[in-house]
Each structure stands twice: as C-alpha cells, then as structure tokens.
C-alpha cells in the first residue's frame, strides 16, 4: 500500500505492506535516526513525532501515518533549541537512545514550556537510557525550560 | 550538531552491503539436549540453511577455553544455536528458521553453580582446558571430570594461625543474581567473503580476540581476517569475544553472499549475561579491629560455556579480598558450568558480586566488634607501599580519600543510621598491550587505534589527549573506527583501560613523530603481570581502580518497600582528561549499580528465561533517580585513571549496609521487598543480631 503523509516538512509517500509498522517503513527511506531496540513500545529509542505526539513506531503501523505529519530527529532544524541543549549539557554517551528522547522532549515543551522535575521525570519515563544519561538529560530539557 | 544527538551516527546495525542477506538462528528449546538431526527440505529454496554437516570440519573455539562450535551439537543451554538461516529479508529468514525440523535427545540439566559440583552432576563439558592460542588466554586451572572450568586461588600467609589469633570471627554466604547487560543496541555482525579473506563489520570491543579467535577456528592467517568495529550503542561487556562472527561468516562462505545478523530482544537474553555468583566470607579480626584473616570462596556461574568466566572468577577472587591489610588470606574461586545460557564480561567484570559480599561482611564484624563501619575500614585500609594478598606492593593508593568522601557526602560520622558505605579496589587487564599510530595530514592528524568506542568516549579521549599533545584543536585529530587491517594492536576495550593504556602509547607515538619527521609517529605500551592461579601469587593489576560509594535508604517494613534517598560515588580519577565524559562514566555506573542493586535480575524457570523484555526486565529509567551526587578525585601531576567501571560494584553494598544500619540483614540481590521482609521476619525470630540492634 502507498501511504502519504508529511514527513519531516515535506509531502511523502511510504511503500508499506498493511501489517508493516512504521518503524520500518521509515528505516527504509533511509531515516536510521529510528532504532528497532525492544520491539514492544516500552524503551523509546524509536520514538517518532506523529502529529507532534511522541510515539513509538516500533507499535504504529505505518497505515496510521497516512495523512498525518511524521518527524524524525532528521528533520529538527540545525538550530534546534532542544538539540542544541541536548549537545550542550553533554545529555548522551553511545546515543543510540538520544534521538528519541530528544523528540520525547520536545513533545514535553510544546505541552509544558517550563516543566519541573517531577514532570521531566514522568515526560521521561517511556525512554530507556542504558548508558544512564539522565541526570544530563534532565539538565537539557531545564536548559529548554529556562 | 553532534551525530549522536542528531541520529547521523551509523552502527553495525546499520550497514549494508550489495546483495547481503540476513540471517535467523534455530535455538534449543532445551537447557541440554543432544541434536539427533536437522531436517531443512521445507525451508524455501531461496534460504540458505547452515547445518551440523556444514561446520563439521570445524573445530572449537572460546577466548579463555575452547569449547564452543559454530553449531552445537549437543545444546548446553536453552536459546543454544543448533541450526542457522540465510535469506533476502529478516522476515523471510525468521520464517525460515522456523520450518527447520529439528530432533533432539533431552539431557539431565544443572541450574545452579553448586548442584553442579555434587557428585553425580550432568556434566557439560567432558574433556575441558583446553587454552586458547591468543593473547586472551589465562593460564585455566580446569578440574578433570567436573564442570569446574577454571579454579583461582590466593595462598596467602597461614589462615588457620590468623583465624586462632582472631577475637571475632564472622561469617555469611552472599549470593547475587544473573544480570542483562542490555545495551540498547543488540548485538550486529555483517560478514563478507572476498575469495578466501573475510571481513567483519561488527559490535565488538576486541577486534583483535576476535580476529584470532576466529583465524583459529577456519585455520586462516591472522591477516586475512578484516574485524571493523563501529561505534556500538552500549555494549558493558556484552560485545566482546565472539558472539555471531563465527555464525554469521559460515552463512555468508556457504551463501557466498554477504550476511548480516541482528539479534533481537529475547535473543540477547540467552548470548551473553553476567555470572550469578553465590559468596562466602568468613573474617577475623583482633578486638581493637585489627583484621587478622580472611577465606573468600566464589562459585561463579559462567553457563553453558566458559567464555572469560575463568578470568571472572580471577578477579572475582581477589576483588573480595578488599582493599585491606590483611596478613592471612585465602580465596579459592570456581567458575562453574550450568545449563544456563553463557555469563561473560559486564562492567566491573566479577568486582560487584564479591565486593557486595566482602563489604557486606565488613559491616557485620563492625558490629560483633561494636565499632563504627567506617573506623573499622580506615584502619585497616591499604596505604602506599603496603603488600596486597597477591604479593604486590600497592602504589598510588587513594582509598582513603575516596572512602572518607563518600563518607562526609552523607555526613556518615554525625549520624549513621539508614546510611552504607562500601570501598573496593577494582584491577585493570594485566598483562596487556596497547599501540597507537599518528599521521599527519594536511589539516591535522589521524589517530589509528583499535580502542571501541561504545558510548565511554574514548574517541573524545584521544582527540582530547591527541591534541593537547600534537597543539592543534581536537577537531583536527581525526579518531577512524578500529579496523585490524589498519589499527595498531590492542589487547581489548576492557577493563576502563584504554584511556590510560592508549593515552600513555600516545604520548610514545606523538614523541616518535616528532623526532621522526613530523609526519608518522608509533607508539606502544606493554604493562607485564599477571597471577599464578594456584596461588595467587603475582602481579594483578599494574594500576588499581579505586572508589567508595555511600548510600542513604529508607525502608518500609510493612511493604517492605527500599527507598533509596541519596547515593554518593567517589573514584580516583588521578587526572581527568573529558569533565563531562567522566562525570557520565561515574553517573552510568552508579544507575547500573542501583538497578543491580535494587531490581535488575534475569529469572529462570527450569533454565529457561521467563523475563526476556525490557518490560518484565526492568532497567533504571528516569523516574528511578535517586538524589545522585559522585566526585572525581583528583591530584597535581597524577596518572590518569580509567573510570568506566569503578562507581557500579560499590553502590550494591552500600545501599545493603545502610539497610543493614536499620537491622535489615539482606544477602541476595537484588534486595526485592520479599527479600527485605524475610529478612525481617527473620530478625523478629531472633535468628540474628540480637546483641547488635542496639
């Protein structure tokens, strides 16, 4: 099936089988950024932004992208504020996990510009960091905040 | 925007190659089984099946022990591969897998380390000890007609006389649970044949183990066989030695196709775990607190094969001596094979299990002795040019600092109820070698070496080092990916040693260049040791890591529900090369710690996992921070010292001492809330500690 969508600004079109998730279908084009890690929605590090919801496209199908708008971190502008703090409060180690709590992220910030701890720990909590960032993470997303 | 943040980093996972295809394993879904036969006629025609007839030229391989094949032909453990599948997409190939009909003949299995020592045990390995041919190997000391695959012991000074002149002697068995190194990326190899060479694109911190391991097992040189290692997304100790390189070069010859192998989730449970270990001390000292001896026995799961289960039990052994003058030592540590999947390398490699048992034990003599945990560590802590239990006199000795740090961070001496301190003494890789190659170019430098980034930094490292050294910026010192065609040698990315090892061959090499010409530079650095495993006896680290930790807990005794209020880490850093990458290195730690210490433990039933997600296995997520606070120890002019590992073994025992300050006697991890209350209903039976509570 031929699925449309915009995908990171622009007008796209998946090629997916009907029981394909998303997480595939966008790996195919090439957006690498989505990493196949637990299969079952719990770890984050294929989070993807579907209509500016923080989502795991390990557990979307990729039918359910059509008509709506998809973003991967290959998408975010240079100048991403919520990158750019990512970089600066050094919030990774191996970062095969960053990209999805970056968008994670900024799906907190569109909700709550200004999140206190308590809310950082809760917006966090459907991405897994084995590296154990979170300390750095949590000081990016106050970098954001403030 | 740096890769990582902005997903552009490309892992094993990653590559592709024209034509490849990808692979699917059969596993056991026995612990112990005998393959009877292996029947692929429905697998479709456009898969590629390797079988028992394919890789039975094939001999053995195993970093420490040969006793593993391509293909088992009797599986030792459930998720053991018996069979593998080929084909033009994961999907197809999973499929595959499944329509291989296999027989099996169901063995007796063993689960536990020390049923596996009774006297009629199935045994798992009939003819053991076999070295392998590398650098890996240790000297194994394997019992003949036992599954004891490597036996380590400290001969130390004459224990029976130390104990007769002890006033106090303790004793307690500790045990800890198996473990998931769960790196978020799973394990990733894409094998290539060009006529009889082979290259390896793969998740590995020992390209050249691997590499020899390898050469070994197809009887080719060393140097037709290319080991390229990415940057790996985690790894812990999980990528190390050979895991599907051998599988995934057999598919790929009989395809003569490329092959690419990606495990997913369930599969990373049954490749590579960390030893369960079960721990007894017994400890002497004289009443003023002076410790008089100490017998440390280890039993060490090391699963279905050895893997470095023997050099687990090595340091296992003599990380549960402590950092402590003590006059009268003796350890015996046994890596055990079971019917569990294999147990390998995990951060701090063997350290955590007997310093959570050591330390532990540490708190109980403090209290038959009525004196402060802390006293009674200061005062018998190792000081500069003291003799270890191995021999060797210790230099450079910083535990001290590190403990009175962690201690003051939860202001211990004021008040020291619901609160834990743990210090350990953690070695590095002895013997080992490591060497560095720098070109100039004309903007800048390339640094060659075969040290595996997997998220530690040790690329940041080199740039750091390599350009305070060279006077240029760090973007103009290019670090490629480890390649073994055109790295320099290096033992492995182990052991929280490649800062220090490669950072000192560094200097060497950026010395060479400029008295060379400026334009090519070689250095290399060779640190000799080692121990005797019969006694002990030798030199086991040349560089000791050195850290404390301190815990504050509260605990509810109706749920039996942990608390953990603050956690401090302290570790000698001598001198920090990458602020931020060392501050990450004490912080990962510390959370690996809490979950090993709290919740992390891989559970079987009959040795097959029930647990095998990250939903039922749980890690440490955001919301699991406690209040987190570390230092990194500093001196004018001092070495500088790994820290990848040293802030994890100390967190378990320090957050069990301060459960123990609250009378709360856990000896298990992890310290689950059935735990805590058996161990409060067992102080209501007055089976323990009655003299102590007050």
Same mark, same amino acid.
């Given at each position: 099936?031929?699925?449309?969508?915009?995908?990171?600004?622009?007008?796209?079109?998946?090629?997916?089988?009907?029981?394909?998730?998303?997480?595939?279908?966008?790996?195919?084009?090439?957006?690498?950024?989505?990493?196949?890690?637990?299969?079952?929605?719990?770890?984050?590090?294929?989070?993807?932004?579907?209509?500016?919801?923080?989502?795991?496209?390990?557990?979307?199908?990729?039918?359910?992208?059509?008509?709506?708008?998809?973003?991967?971190?290959?998408?975010?502008?240079?100048?991403?504020?919520?990158?750019?703090?990512?970089?600066?409060?050094?919030?990774?180690?191996?970062?095969?996990?960053?990209?999805?709590?970056?968008?994670?992220?900024?799906?907190?910030?569109?909700?709550?510009?200004?999140?206190?701890?308590?809310?950082?720990?809760?917006?966090?909590?459907?991405?897994?960091?084995?590296?154990?960032?979170?300390?750095?993470?949590?000081?990016?997303?106050?970098?954001?905040?403030? | 925007?740096?890769?990582?943040?902005?997903?552009?980093?490309?892992?094993?996972?990653?590559?592709?190659?024209?034509?490849?295809?990808?692979?699917?394993?059969?596993?056991?879904?026995?612990?112990?089984?005998?393959?009877?036969?292996?029947?692929?006629?429905?697998?479709?025609?456009?898969?590629?099946?390797?079988?028992?007839?394919?890789?039975?030229?094939?001999?053995?391989?195993?970093?420490?022990?040969?006793?593993?094949?391509?293909?088992?032909?009797?599986?030792?453990?459930?998720?053991?591969?018996?069979?593998?599948?080929?084909?033009?997409?994961?999907?197809?190939?999973?499929?595959?897998?499944?329509?291989? %009909?296999?027989?099996?003949?169901?063995?007796?299995?063993?689960?536990?380390?020390?049923?596996?020592?009774?006297?009629?045990?199935?045994?798992?390995?009939?003819?053991?000890?076999?070295?392998?041919?590398?650098?890996?190997?240790?000297?194994?000391?394997?019992?003949?007609?036992?599954?004891?695959?490597?036996?380590?012991?400290?001969?130390?000074?004459?224990?029976?006389?130390?104990?007769?002149?002890? &006033?106090?002697?303790?004793?307690?068995?500790?045990? =800890?649970?198996?473990?998931?190194?769960?790196?978020?990326?799973?394990?990733?190899?894409?094998?290539?044949?060009?006529?009889?060479?082979?290259?390896?694109?793969?998740?590995?911190?020992?390209?050249?183990?691997?590499?020899?391991?390898?050469?070994?097992?197809?009887?080719?040189?060393?140097?037709?066989?290319?080991?390229?290692?990415?940057?790996?997304?985690?790894?812990?100790?999980?990528?190390?030695?050979?895991?599907?390189?051998?599988?995934?070069?057999?598919?790929?010859?009989?395809?003569?196709?490329?092959?690419?192998?990606?495990?997913?989730?369930?599969?990373?449970?049954?490749?590579?775990?960390?030893?369960?270990?079960?721990?007894?001390?017994?400890?002497?000292?004289?009443?003023?607190?002076?410790?008089?001896?100490?017998?440390?026995?280890?039993?060490?799961?090391?699963?279905?094969?050895?893997?470095?289960?023997?050099?687990?039990?090595?340091?296992?052994?003599?990380?549960?001596?402590?950092?402590?003058?003590?006059?009268?030592?003796?350890?015996?540590?046994?890596?055990?094979?079971?019917?569990?999947?294999?147990?390998?390398?995990?951060?701090?490699?063997?350290?955590?299990?007997?310093?959570?048992?050591?330390?532990? =034990?540490?708190?109980?003599?403090?209290?038959?002795?009525?004196?402060?945990?802390?006293?009674?560590?200061?005062?018998?802590?190792?000081?500069?040019?003291?003799?270890?239990?191995?021999?060797?006199?210790?230099?450079?000795?910083?535990?001290?600092?590190?403990?009175?740090?962690?201690?003051?961070?939860? &202001?211990?001496?004021?008040?020291?109820?619901?609160?834990?301190?743990?210090?350990?003494?953690?070695?590095?890789?002895?013997?080992?070698?490591?060497?560095?190659?720098?070109?100039?170019?004309?903007?800048?430098?390339?640094?060659?070496?075969?040290?595996?980034?997997?998220?530690?930094?040790?690329?940041?490292?080199?740039?750091?080092?390599?350009?305070?050294?060279?006077?240029? %910026?760090?973007?103009?010192?290019?670090?490629?990916?480890?390649? =073994?065609?055109?790295?320099?040698?290096?033992?492995?990315?182990?052991?929280?040693?490649?800062?220090?090892?490669?950072?000192?061959?560094?200097?060497?090499?950026?010395?060479?260049?400029?008295?060379?010409?400026?334009?090519?530079?070689?250095?290399?650095?060779?640190?000799?040791?080692?121990?005797?495993?019969?006694?002990?006896?030798?030199?086991?680290?040349?560089?000791?890591?050195?850290?404390?930790?301190?815990?504050?807990?509260?605990?509810?005794?109706?749920?039996?529900?942990?608390?953990?209020?603050?956690?401090?880490?302290?570790?000698?850093?001598?001198?920090?090369?990458?602020?931020?990458?060392?501050?990450?290195?004490?912080?990962?730690?510390?959370?690996?710690?809490?979950?090993?210490?709290?919740?992390?433990?891989? &559970?079987?039933?009959?040795?097959?996992?029930?647990?095998?997600?990250?939903?039922?296995?749980?890690?440490?997520?955001?919301?699991?921070?406690?209040?987190?606070?570390?230092?990194?120890?500093?001196?004018?002019?001092?070495?500088?010292?790994?820290?990848?590992?040293?802030?994890?073994?100390?967190?378990?025992?320090?957050?069990?001492?301060?459960?123990?300050?609250?009378?709360?006697?856990?000896?298990?991890?992890?310290?689950?809330?059935?735990?805590?209350?058996?161990?409060? &209903?067992?102080?209501?039976?007055?089976?323990?500690?009655?003299?102590?509570?007050?």
């Amino acid at each position: 099936m031929r699925v449309e969508l915009l995908l990171n600004g622009r007008a796209a079109a998946l090629e997916a089988r009907t029981d394909e998730m998303l997480l595939e279908a966008l790996r195919r084009e090439g957006l690498l950024s989505v990493r196949a890690t637990c299969g079952i929605g719990v770890c984050g590090a294929c989070t993807v932004l579907l209509d500016g919801e923080a989502v795991s496209a390990c557990l979307t199908l990729a039918a359910q992208a059509a008509g709506r708008e998809v973003t991967t971190v290959e998408g975010l502008e240079e100048s991403d504020p919520v990158a750019r703090a990512f970089s600066e409060a050094h919030a990774f180690q191996c970062g095969w996990c960053t990209p999805g709590f970056v968008l994670t992220v900024k799906a907190l910030l569109a909700e709550d510009p200004d999140p206190n701890d308590e809310a950082i720990a809760r917006a966090l909590g459907g991405n897994l960091c084995r590296c154990g960032c979170y300390l750095k993470i949590a000081d990016a997303v106050r970098r954001c905040g403030s | 925007m740096d890769p990582r943040v902005s997903g552009a980093v490309r892992y094993a996972h990653d590559i592709e190659r024209p034509g490849m295809l990808h692979a699917a394993f059969v596993r056991s879904p026995y612990p112990h089984a005998r393959v009877l036969s292996v029947d692929a006629s429905a697998v479709p025609s456009d898969c590629v099946v390797l079988g028992p007839d394919d890789v039975a030229g094939l001999g053995h391989y195993g970093c420490q022990i040969k006793d593993q094949r391509v293909l088992a032909d009797r599986a030792r453990h459930a998720g053991d591969v018996v069979a593998a599948v080929a084909a033009p997409t994961p999907a197809a190939a999973r499929e595959g897998a499944t329509l291989v %009909e296999v027989a099996y003949e169901e063995l007796p299995a063993v689960f536990d380390p020390l049923e596996a020592l009774a006297p009629g045990a199935p045994l798992l390995h009939e003819a053991t000890g076999a070295s392998a041919r590398d650098a890996v190997s240790i000297d194994v000391r394997p019992i003949a007609g036992s599954n004891t695959c490597h036996r380590f012991r400290i001969r130390h000074g004459d224990v029976a006389a130390g104990f007769a002149g002890a &006033d106090v002697v303790v004793e307690e068995v500790f045990r =800890t649970a198996s473990a998931a190194h769960a790196a978020m990326e799973p394990h990733a190899t894409l094998a290539e044949w060009d006529e009889d060479s082979l290259t390896l694109w793969t998740t590995t911190q020992t390209p050249f183990n691997t590499r020899a391991d390898l050469a070994g097992l197809f009887s080719m040189p060393d140097e037709d066989i290319r080991v390229i290692a990415p940057p790996m997304g985690g790894s812990f100790g999980a990528k190390t030695f050979v895991r599907l390189e051998a599988l995934a070069a057999c598919l790929a010859r009989k395809a003569e196709r490329p092959v690419k192998a990606v495990l997913d989730r369930a599969e990373e449970f049954v490749t590579l775990n960390r030893h369960p270990a079960v721990v007894r001390v017994r400890i002497g000292a004289r009443r003023d607190g002076t410790l008089a001896a100490k017998e440390v026995d280890c039993w060490v799961d090391t699963g279905a094969y050895a893997d470095c289960g023997p050099g687990v039990a090595t340091k296992m052994g003599y990380a549960g001596v402590g950092p402590y003058r003590i006059p009268h030592v003796r350890v015996d540590s046994l890596a055990i094979y079971t019917n569990l999947p294999p147990s390998g390398a995990f951060r701090g490699y063997g350290a955590m299990q007997s310093v959570w048992a050591s330390e532990r =034990t540490m708190d109980l003599l403090a209290r038959e002795l009525e004196m402060s945990p802390l006293e009674l560590r200061r005062m018998n802590l190792l000081r500069d040019g003291d003799e270890f239990a191995t021999g060797e006199v210790v230099r450079d000795v910083h535990f001290e600092e590190c403990l009175q740090a962690a201690a003051d961070a939860v &202001d211990y001496e004021a008040d020291p109820r619901g609160k834990g301190l743990c210090v350990l003494l953690k070695g590095m890789q002895t013997p080992s070698r490591a060497a560095i190659a720098v070109e100039r170019t004309p903007v800048g430098y390339i640094v060659r070496s075969a040290s595996c980034e997997m998220g530690q930094g040790v690329r940041r490292s080199l740039q750091l080092m390599g350009a305070r050294l060279l006077a240029c %910026e760090p973007g103009q010192v290019v670090v490629p990916d480890p390649d =073994t065609d055109t790295s320099p040698f290096d033992t492995r990315t182990t052991s929280s040693r490649s800062t220090y090892m490669m950072g000192r061959a560094l200097g060497e090499a950026v010395r060479d260049l400029h008295a060379s010409g400026g334009e090519r530079g070689f250095g290399e650095i060779r640190n000799e040791g080692g121990l005797d495993p019969d006694t002990g006896q030798g030199i086991a680290s040349t560089h000791w890591h050195q850290g404390a930790a301190a815990a504050r807990v509260a605990v509810d005794e109706e749920t039996g529900r942990v608390t953990v209020k603050h956690i401090h880490a302290a570790t000698y850093a001598g001198r920090v090369v990458n602020r931020p990458g060392a501050e990450l290195q004490n912080e990962g730690s510390m959370l690996m710690g809490l979950g090993t210490a709290l919740f992390e433990a891989i &559970d079987f039933a009959d040795g097959q996992v029930t647990n095998a997600n990250l939903s039922e296995y749980n890690l440490p997520a955001a919301g699991d921070v406690p209040r987190l606070t570390h230092e990194l120890i500093e001196r004018d002019g001092a070495e500088v010292h790994g820290l990848g590992e040293t802030a994890l073994p100390p967190v378990p025992a320090a957050i069990g001492n301060a459960l123990a300050s609250l009378d709360v006697h856990v000896t298990e991890l992890p310290i689950t809330a059935e735990r805590v209350l058996d161990a409060i &209903d067992s102080r209501a039976a007055g089976s323990r500690s009655a003299e102590g509570a007050a």
